[in-house]
Protein backbone atom coordinates (compact mmCIF):
# COMPACT_ATOMS: atom_id res chain seq x y z
CA UNK A 1 0.00 0.00 0.00
CA UNK A 2 1.28 3.75 -1.15
CA UNK A 3 0.23 4.55 2.81
CA UNK A 4 2.32 2.26 4.59
CA UNK A 5 5.11 4.50 4.85
CA UNK A 6 2.93 7.29 6.34
CA UNK A 7 1.22 4.17 9.16
CA UNK A 8 4.92 3.39 9.83
CA UNK A 9 5.64 7.19 10.93
CA UNK A 10 2.27 6.99 13.22
CA UNK A 11 3.51 3.64 14.45
CA UNK A 12 7.04 5.22 15.31
CA UNK A 13 5.09 8.24 16.87
CA UNK A 14 3.04 6.16 18.98
CA UNK A 15 5.79 3.85 20.37
CA UNK A 16 8.35 7.14 21.25
CA UNK A 17 5.30 8.95 23.17
CA UNK A 18 4.39 8.49 26.87
CA UNK A 19 0.87 6.97 27.07
CA UNK A 20 0.44 9.01 29.66
CA UNK A 21 0.54 12.47 28.16
CA UNK A 22 -1.73 11.71 25.05
CA UNK A 23 -4.39 13.89 24.17
CA UNK A 24 -6.27 11.41 22.15
CA UNK A 25 -6.86 7.93 24.20
CA UNK A 26 -9.66 6.85 21.78
CA UNK A 27 -10.09 3.93 19.35
CA UNK A 28 -10.44 4.67 15.62
CA UNK A 29 -10.39 1.75 13.01
CA UNK A 30 -9.25 2.91 9.56
CA UNK A 31 -10.46 1.49 6.33
CA UNK A 32 -8.38 1.94 3.48
CA UNK A 33 -9.75 1.55 -0.48
CA UNK A 34 -8.15 1.54 -3.44
CA UNK A 35 -9.60 4.35 -6.04
CA UNK A 36 -12.97 2.31 -6.75
CA UNK A 37 -13.67 1.99 -2.75
CA UNK A 38 -13.00 -1.77 -2.65
CA UNK A 39 -11.60 -2.60 1.00
CA UNK A 40 -8.17 -3.02 0.51
CA UNK A 41 -6.76 -2.86 4.60
CA UNK A 42 -8.17 -2.03 7.68
CA UNK A 43 -6.65 -1.17 11.06
CA UNK A 44 -6.81 0.37 14.38
CA UNK A 45 -5.23 3.71 15.05
CA UNK A 46 -2.68 1.29 17.08
CA UNK A 47 -1.85 0.87 13.92
CA UNK A 48 -2.51 -3.58 14.13
CA UNK A 49 -3.78 -4.26 10.90
CA UNK A 50 -7.50 -5.57 11.58
CA UNK A 51 -10.77 -4.20 12.61
CA UNK A 52 -11.16 -3.32 16.10
CA UNK A 53 -14.40 -4.53 17.94
CA UNK A 54 -15.02 -1.38 19.93
CA UNK A 55 -13.38 1.73 18.30
CA UNK A 56 -14.77 4.82 18.73
CA UNK A 57 -14.52 6.11 15.00
CA UNK A 58 -14.74 4.78 12.11
CA UNK A 59 -12.43 6.10 9.03
CA UNK A 60 -12.54 4.78 5.40
CA UNK A 61 -10.24 7.02 3.04
CA UNK A 62 -8.41 5.64 -0.30
CA UNK A 63 -5.13 4.61 0.61
CA UNK A 64 -4.08 7.24 -2.43
CA UNK A 65 -5.95 9.85 -0.58
CA UNK A 66 -4.68 9.31 3.29
CA UNK A 67 -0.77 9.53 1.66
CA UNK A 68 -1.30 12.70 0.22
CA UNK A 69 -2.81 13.48 3.91
CA UNK A 70 0.20 11.78 5.47
CA UNK A 71 2.46 13.87 3.17
CA UNK A 72 0.75 17.18 3.69
CA UNK A 73 -0.16 17.58 0.29
CA UNK A 74 -3.70 17.85 1.41
CA UNK A 75 -5.71 18.21 4.62
CA UNK A 76 -8.42 15.95 6.32
CA UNK A 77 -10.47 19.23 5.76
CA UNK A 78 -9.92 19.22 2.10
CA UNK A 79 -10.87 14.76 1.75
CA UNK A 80 -14.26 15.85 3.39
CA UNK A 81 -14.92 19.19 1.78
CA UNK A 82 -14.48 16.59 -1.56
CA UNK A 83 -16.25 13.73 0.34
CA UNK A 84 -13.04 11.57 -0.40
CA UNK A 85 -13.46 10.22 3.43
CA UNK A 86 -16.28 8.81 5.62
CA UNK A 87 -16.22 9.42 9.44
CA UNK A 88 -18.23 7.45 11.40
CA UNK A 89 -18.79 7.21 15.26
CA UNK A 90 -18.10 9.57 18.06
CA UNK A 91 -17.95 13.07 16.84
CA UNK A 92 -15.60 14.20 19.76
CA UNK A 93 -12.93 11.55 19.75
CA UNK A 94 -13.00 11.63 15.55
CA UNK A 95 -12.36 15.86 16.20
CA UNK A 96 -9.37 15.06 18.67
CA UNK A 97 -7.90 12.77 16.03
CA UNK A 98 -8.40 15.25 13.39
CA UNK A 99 -6.79 17.90 15.30
CA UNK A 100 -3.41 16.02 15.51
CA UNK A 101 -3.64 15.31 11.73
CA UNK A 102 -3.67 19.50 11.82
CA UNK A 103 -1.07 19.99 14.39
CA UNK A 104 1.62 18.01 12.25
CA UNK A 105 0.29 19.79 8.47
Do not use: C, H, W
Amino acid sequence: MKSDEIIDKIRNKLKESDPGKRTVVNTFQFNFTDSDGQLIKSMALDIYEGKASDADGEITIADEDFYLVGTKQMTFEQMLQQEKVKLEGDADAINKMLEKFRLNS
